[in-house]
């Protein structure tokens, strides 16, 4: 019955995922959902209290899923420079445009309807501050707040460029996307001395070029060789 359970409901967070991506919070029904899970309504009211329940729900199983994929992606690198790189690639190649959507639509009605903003707004900083913990650490940031605020940021951008692809593709190309995403990235990641003018990184990034004693604030400038 355990198993019969878990599987059931995993195939009404697959249907609620499809549901809410295709047609929006507001839209999405419940019979819809349970239609094509192909089980019964009142099977998603044995698992979720309502649709704004099974929405959290989905929210947390996806950022869940998208944990343990930044874990496999960075957890066998060998520093904080290659962990970097590889996340980067992850950020920039769009894998899933479909989950940046769904972002868009639990922000969306929590602007809309105030009574549910607020623990909407709680679940969302939570699943932020524990992947930008995780992250920090990886990374060996020493602020995981600050990493929480940057990752947020940058998620944000994802959104809503993925919502821009959508609306008119010809605005902007996926490739086009993804260079924009690399240099965003760069610029909340890297410090600017470890970037080309390209956005990437540099062979010798680590060593840190001086200024000549002439460019130097203060610095004596040379004698006139006239007499």
């Known amino acids: 019955m355990q198993d019969r359970s878990r599987k059931t409901r995993t195939l009404l967070l697959d249907a609620a995922y499809r549901v809410f991506v295709r047609e929006g919070f507001e839209r999405a029904q419940l019979d819809t959902i349970a239609r094509e899970a192909g089980r019964t309504k009142g099977a998603v009211y044995a698992h979720f209290r309502n649709k704004e329940h099974l929405f959290l729900a989905l929210l947390e199983q996806r950022t869940a899923e998208a944990e343990r994929r930044v874990d496999r992606l960075i957890g066998g690198t060998a520093d904080a420079r290659s962990a970097l790189e590889t996340l980067r690639g992850a950020v920039t190649e769009l894998h899933d445009p479909a989950w940046a959507i769904l972002?868009?639509?639990?922000?969306?009605?929590?602007?809309?309807?105030?009574?549910?903003?607020?623990?909407?707004?709680?679940?969302?900083?939570?699943?932020?501050?524990?992947?930008?913990?995780?992250?920090?650490?990886?990374?060996?940031?020493?602020?995981?707040?600050?990493?929480?605020?940057k990752l947020s940021a940058l998620w944000s951008l994802v959104s809503a460029i993925v919502l821009d692809l959508n609306f008119d593709p010809d605005v902007m190309s996926r490739r086009d996307a993804g260079l924009l995403l690399g240099e965003v990235f760069d610029g909340l990641f890297r410090p600017a001395a470890e970037l080309e003018p390209t956005g990437r990184l540099t062979p010798g990034a680590a060593r840190r070029t001086r200024p000549t004693r002439a460019a130097r604030p203060g610095a004596a400038r040379p004698r006139s060789s006239t007499k």
């Open 103 to 149: 972002n868009l639509e639990l922000k969306l009605y929590a602007l809309r309807h105030p009574r549910a903003a607020h623990r909407m707004r709680a679940t969302f900083r939570r699943i932020h501050d524990e992947e930008g913990s995780r992250v920090a650490l990886r990374l060996t940031e020493r602020s995981r707040a600050v990493m929480a605020s």
